[in-house]
């Protein structure tokens, strides 16, 4: 993710200065010292390690751009400061992914395309399909569906080649998610599988949570208002296209969305109503480095990847010269 700013900021012609999130600061000294072995010259890329004091400090400095990557919250902040101080910013923020699943759908090819859609990464990708709504004729089939594949998931150690749903990122992380589901469930939300950590005792200290489906649930849960950085998918039926559609743009944010149906006129239809910055048909997490990637409303501002990407790192300028007569 960082190379979305760093590689396309130097092609274009810029000095960079790199702060990795203080949750994943060894994999990006990583990633940056293998720039460093290509023969980048020297100050072109500098790497600042620490955490939000230190990325709240280099923004005061006399800078022309910010690219970030992290939560709606600390975007808005930065764009704060950014305009105060006149100069750009491009923000890759949240996201509460809705998928739609219509019951002419193909459910077998559509449930191993969710399911990695939701879990990848232990549910901790920012277009992870966080809102699946599901044709009521196929509604008690889908969760069924759910329910029998999470059972075969494995919890544990990122180190065992076995496991699919690893650790979350943080405690912090961890206690956020308890909140939500607590929520969902205080409100009369129905836990249908998962909801708690692990009981496995060799999973006790890490910041550990079962993969989780909820059901029964209501326009007031943190479940649908707030983004779930977590393996918890809420699955919530509709009977009608009008209706899903409007379910689906009831958030703040609009990063990416999924449908899933055999008639590709209906999902071309209702991929153009929704309110999202990539809307995928019979697919997921649809990435390509050709195609601009960025959200709507508080899911971010500017693009990345493509020929727009690209621009984003630059500025235009006319130089108009009279020749000598």
Do not use: H
């Not at 990325?55 to 305009?83: H, M, N, R």
């Not at 569906?145 to 990122?169: A, C, H, M, Y």
Request: proline letters at 5%.
């Amino acid at each position: 993710m960082a190379n979305s700013g760093i590689v396309p900021a130097i092609i274009a012609g810029n000095t960079v200065v790199f702060k990795p999130s203080e949750y994943t600061s060894l994999t990006q000294k990583m990633l940056a010292d293998l720039l460093f072995q290509t023969g980048l010259p020297e100050g072109i890329l500098n790497v600042i390690i620490g955490g939000g004091e230190v990325g709240s400090f280099l923004i005061d400095q006399p800078i022309d751009l910010v690219w970030f990557t992290g939560s709606t919250k600390v975007g808005q902040e930065i764009y704060a400061k950014c305009g105060r101080k006149f100069v750009k910013s491009l923000l890759e923020m949240g996201g509460s992914s809705p998928a739609v699943v219509f019951s002419d759908a193909d459910l077998n090819s559509t449930m191993d395309n969710l399911f990695w859609a939701r879990f990848l990464n232990c549910g901790q990708v920012c277009t992870a399909v966080k809102r699946l709504f599901v044709e009521r004729k196929v509604y008690k089939k889908t969760v069924q569906l759910f329910i029998k594949r999470l059972k075969k998931v494995k919890v544990g150690s990122p180190q065992d080649e076995s496991t699919e749903i690893g650790p979350l990122v943080s405690q912090k992380q961890l206690q956020v998610l308890e909140i939500q589901v607590g929520d969902a469930v205080s409100k009369g939300a129905k836990m249908e599988i998962g909801g708690r950590r692990p009981k496995d005792k060799k999973l006790a200290k890490g910041n550990y949570f079962e993969p989780t489906v909820i059901t029964n649930i209501k326009p007031n849960m943190k479940v649908l208002s707030e983004e779930v950085f977590g393996p918890v998918l809420p699955i919530i039926p509709f009977e009608t296209e009008e209706e899903v559609i409007g379910l689906a743009n009831k958030t703040e944010y609009g990063l990416s969305a999924e449908i899933y149906t055999t008639d590709l006129k209906k999902g071309e239809r209702v991929a153009k109503r929704i309110q999202a910055g990539t809307v995928a048909v019979n697919t997921d997490n649809f990435f390509k480095p050709e195609c601009p990637f960025g959200g709507f409303k508080k899911s971010g501002m500017g693009k990345e990847y493509g020929e727009i990407g690209m621009k984003e790192f630059t500025q235009v300028k006319v130089l108009a010269v009279v020749k000598n007569k």
